[in-house]
């Protein structure tokens, strides 16, 4: 009990700290500050409006509130004024504080911080993470609105003080006060901007630690700043009618602590929760920018689709074939086509033959004799099929149609496969008995069907075109495929490659890793139309060899791929990316609408077997 008449009037009253309360402030403030560390961890990835807005408020709660405005409130339970320095009276000073100013100071705690995580997190969603000008100004901002703020509620939290005494202030360390709270604000502000942001609980829990303890340091050392006097007139309140109370810095801390604790439990929750969506929804994503990447390797052409005419085909010797591509162009034989509306126009007049073989050497490319001959055969028998001069037809044949000497060139062509075969009308899969000229193995409609690359090519067109345009040309005959052909190679990664027989020297990719791309347009084209409904008769009959062959052997999740130092790695393929494109299908809308057959139907042809 505060014994006044021992006391002089006007005589400084002395002031001594409790050092349990000042820990208690310390730990109020640890934990609000982890608190609003986890909520904001949220708000990187946050896209939704309503979500956005409600971790704000409940982060600028934890940080405003529950850190600085109980940290400060806790902290001022920790000095208590007893004794006079003139007349040596002793007895304790009650200290009351005037609800409606301490009320107001939370809640300009709560708005200053709210403002101040809005400012360094209220980007786009895709620029959070970027540390640029832009960023560095938010950062300098909230820096600033932060220090001016724990100011402010500081000294208002000081003028709430209500008690037989009066208040003065040392000028020099109010400033000296003021330069600390910039530089702890600074700090603050960069533990909170979002790319630069503690990721784990250990570092928020040293972060929260550090920013605690600066910020009991401001509230320590404004307090210093302040002396108090004795008054015997009745203590005067800021706001007329207001009441004054004394504070318990306990139950504050207690409140604090639970508070911090639900705030932190529940926003997690739902935080993680709309985390998860967010990440399904990058994925989904993910899945249509692949999606999208693939028709456009099939709509579009990657590289410029150069055709000879059948009728110089069938007029070029051996010789003039060899020349390979940069040999003929100078010639004027070949016809360049740059985009798909220009196949589209050639299509309406001419028909294009797309050859499907395999190279027989490792050290001349192309066609050998036999198979040059079979593709003359052909040629010629495509064009009685389809009872059109040879005028009206040209030839796709990878060593005229694919730049051999250009690099960059050649492989842009080489991916384009896919929509080159998707573009033809006829394809002849060439292969009479032969031999390989350097393993001497057997060559053969057999070998032919085991290569990725020519199952690919028929594949494409297929799906496109179905079998009624595709042929089997051998030395003796021409006819359409077997029944069973299209299930046989429509497992296009059970094929061999040449860079696997190598395994993969150097550490070089799988080429098998470079057809996921189209292989996921075809799927999203034939599901899509199958589902609605309506599908093309190549689809459906595509459709049909899916189901017999199942997703993950037509479409593996995973590939091995063994290396030339002697190890098997595994990598991810398709992944779960088919399942996603048939969910992606079936709640598609109207903004992801892609064209799914863009290639003229294949004219009818009758050919017996």
């Known amino acids: 009990m505060t014994v006044l008449l021992e006391y002089l009037d006007g005589e400084e009253i002395l002031k001594h700290w409790d050092a349990s309360i000042i820990c208690l402030s310390l730990i109020t403030g640890w934990t609000g500050v982890y608190a609003s560390l986890t909520i904001t961890d949220h708000l990187k990835f946050c896209t939704d409006r309503f979500w956005y807005v409600v971790f704000i408020i409940l982060a600028g709660l934890a940080l405003g509130v529950d850190t600085i405005w109980c940290l400060h409130f806790v902290g001022m339970q920790a000095r208590y004024l007893d004794g006079g320095v003139t007349s040596g009276a002793r007895g304790a000073m009650t200290v009351k504080f005037e609800i409606t100013f301490t009320l107001i ?3 300009a705690a709560w708005l200053i911080s709210s ?74 502000a960069t533990v909170f901007t979002p790319a630069l942001a503690p990721q784990t609980t250990l570092t928020r829990v040293i972060a929260a630690a550090v920013i605690s303890a600066g910020g009991n340091g401001f509230h320590y050392v404004g307090m210093v700043a302040a002396t108090n006097r004795v008054n015997f007139g009745k203590g005067v309140l800021l706001v007329p009618g207001s009441e004054a109370f004394k504070i318990p810095g306990l139950f504050i801390a207690v409140i604090a602590l639970w508070n911090n604790y ?38 579009e052409l990657p590289c410029p689709l150069f055709l000879v005419s059948a009728a110089d085909f069938l007029s070029m010797p051996e010789q003039e074939l ?17 985009t798909m509306d220009e196949v589209m126009e050639l299509k309406k007049t001419s028909c294009i033959l ?34 059109v001069p040879t005028s009206r037809m040209h030839i796709w044949i990878d060593i005229l149609s694919i730049p051999q000497k250009h690099v960059g060139m050649k492989a842009m062509a080489v991916d384009s496969l896919y929509a080159f075969a998707h573009c033809a009308d006829i394809m002849v899969i060439v292969a009479p008995d032969s031999w390989h000229a350097n393993t001497g193995a057997k060559a053969d409609a057999l070998s032919h069907s085991a290569r990725v690359w020519t199952r690919v090519e028929q594949l494409a067109h297929c799906s496109q075109h179905g079998v009624a345009s595709m042929f089997i040309q051998t030395a003796e005959t021409f006819c359409l495929l077997p029944d069973d052909w ?87 393929l398709f992944g779960d990316t088919i399942n996603r494109i048939e969910k992606i299908v079936v709640g598609e809308t109207t903004d992801f609408v892609v064209p799914i057959s863009f290639i003229e139907p294949v004219r009818s042809i009758n050919c017996q077997l």
């Open 322 to 338: 060899r020349t390979l591509h940069e040999g003929l162009r100078p010639t004027g034989k070949l016809l360049t086509l740059d």
């Open 105 to 107: 100071s939370g809640f």
């Open 262 to 299: 639900i705030l932190s439990s529940v926003c997690n929750h739902y935080g993680e929760a709309f985390r998860g969506r967010i990440k399904r929804d990058e994925w989904e994503l993910a899945v249509k920018d692949k999606v999208q990447a693939g028709l456009k390797l099939v709509k």
């Open 115 to 188: 403002v101040a995580l809005h400012i360094l997190s209220g980007r786009k969603a895709e620029d959070r993470l970027k540390i640029d000008r832009q960023m560095e100004v938010r950062r300098a901002l909230a820096a600033a609105l932060w220090a001016m703020g724990v100011v402010v509620m500081h000294f208002m939290g000081m003028l709430s003080q209500s008690g037989n005494f009066d208040t003065e202030y040392n000028r020099w360390i109010v400033l000296g006060t003021c330069l600390f709270t910039a530089i702890f604000a600074a700090i603050a």
């Open 354 to 387: 797309f050859f499907s073989y395999e190279w027989l050497s490792w050290l001349k490319v192309g066609p050998n004799k036999i198979q040059l001959l079979a593709m003359k055969k052909a040629a010629e028998n495509v064009a009685k099929k389809l009872q």
């Open 486 to 572: 299209m299930e046989s190679v429509c497992t296009v990664l059970d094929g061999n490659m040449t860079c696997c027989r190598n395994k993969h020297p150097n550490g070089c990719r799988c080429d098998k890793q470079t057809l996921v791309l189209p292989l996921l347009a075809l799927y999203y084209s034939v599901y899509k139309q199958n589902l609605n409904g309506d599908p093309s008769a190549a689809a459906k009959y595509t459709w049909e060899l899916i189901q017999k062959k199942g997703k993950d052997q037509m479409f593996p999740p995973t590939i091995d791929i063994a290396r030339d130092a002697g190890i098997t790695e595994v990598y991810e």
